[in-house]
């Protein structure tokens, strides 16, 4: 069964916007991961972020992590047309489990 | 490094027959994981090896369906006999337990 869900299922905003993803979470975990994935590929590791951790940065994305709200979040600043992707957050428990959501469509329109 | 290497990259097969698909992980990595991706169930983790060795596969949706991990550098992931639910794009992915996955470009599976 999937552990994390995503919020919004879809999303299409205009190049130069900011786009913000939601994933929650239902059990205890060990670190909480973002994924991309271009039509027809597979996935390409984003970012991880640790359960004692509370915000992490690389480039353009920017991720939280409420461990009291089991969620977290994916901002990617001034987006672009090649950002089009699903994006997908995977948490790792300690059952040895890593558990994916259903995903993000997101589509920016140049 | 070529990164995750899968073969075939598309399959298409008929119904009762036996289906194998391979996997060449990252050099030095030592996990391994198969997962499948459907549009209804999203991406599901099937099996995932540590140091070769199988650790949990409870995600192995049945009797059907088989992993190996025979050395460092090859796994398999074996369904026999096939059946059209089974049509999926089957990933692989090695990594490091506690960190990233590096995952490889699937294999599309097509079961008529």
């Known amino acids: 069964s999937q552990q994390g869900e995503e919020d919004p299922q879809a999303l299409s905003i205009q190049e130069g916007e900011n786009a913000t993803m939601n994933c929650s979470y239902k059990?205890?975990?060990?670190?909480l991961q973002w994924y991309r994935q271009n039509s027809g590929r597979g996935l390409v590791h984003l970012i991880l972020?640790?359960?004692?951790?509370r915000e992490k940065h690389s480039g353009r994305l920017r991720v939280t992590l409420d461990t009291s709200k089991k969620s977290s979040s994916l901002l990617i600043t001034a987006s672009r047309a090649a950002d089009t992707a699903s994006y997908f957050c995977?948490?790792?428990?300690?059952?040895?489990?890593?558990?994916f959501g259903a995903g993000t469509r997101l589509t920016v329109k140049p | 490094d070529a990164g995750v290497i899968q073969s075939p990259r598309h399959e298409v097969t008929e119904m009762g027959q036996e289906v194998t698909l391979r996997c060449k992980p990252i050099?030095?990595?030592?996990?391994l994981f198969w997962y499948r991706q459907t549009m209804m169930r999203g991406l599901e983790l099937l099996i995932y090896?540590?140091?070769?060795?199988?650790?949990?596969d409870s995600g192995m949706p049945e009797d059907r369906f088989s992993a190996k991990m025979p050395n460092a550098s090859f796994s398999t992931l074996k369904i026999q006999p096939s059946e059209p639910r089974d049509s999926a794009v089957y990933f692989c992915?090695?990594?490091?337990?506690?960190?990233?996955?590096?995952f490889g470009p699937g294999t599309r599976l097509t079961v008529t």
């Open positions: 090896f540590n140091n070769n060795v199988p650790i949990d």
């Open positions: 995977a948490t790792d428990a300690d059952n040895n489990d890593m558990r």
């Open positions: 972020i640790r359960s004692n951790e």
């Open positions: 059990t205890s975990i060990n670190n």
């Open positions: 992915a090695s990594g490091f337990r506690e960190y990233e996955q590096y």
């Open positions: 050099s030095g990595h030592n996990s």
